[in-house]
């Protein structure tokens, strides 16, 4: 079962869990809407994620009333991009559902730099 409270938590979600401090992680933006952190492993030199606070489950559970949520995430990742001196850069993914690679049911955006990535992804 997916307890979500009133506050749009979900009591069994690591990245809820995470939001809530209940999970150490290593923080590198926050807002009212979203939070970043360090993913715990990394796939290239900078690998942060962002997510939004409140939980959502995949890319696939969002509709037009998520669009604003979805274009602030979007130009956060930008800015992080930029305050990580990600000049040369980088690669925003959203692994989604089981054939898209998603192992952590709250949406999020990897944000990935500092090596040069390749095409087609595996
Ligand atoms: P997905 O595979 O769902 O697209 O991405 C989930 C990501 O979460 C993975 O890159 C994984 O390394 C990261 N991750 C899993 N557990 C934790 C954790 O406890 N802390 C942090 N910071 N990242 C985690
Ligand atoms: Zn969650």
Known sequence: MN??????VAMNCLFCRILQG??????VYSDDLCYGFADIQP??????LLIPRRHI?????TSAEDASLLGHLMTKAAEIARQ???SGGYRVVVNTGENGGQTVE???????GGRAMHWPPG
């Open 57 to 61: 489950r995949s890319l696939a559970e």
């Open 43 to 48: 796939q290239a030199p900078t690998h942060l």
């Open 3 to 8: 307890r979500t409270s009133y506050t749009g």
């Open 84 to 86: 990580q001196n990600l």
């Open 22 to 27: 209940e999970i150490p992680s290593q923080p």
């Open 106 to 112: 709250h949406l999020h955006l990897h944000l990935l």
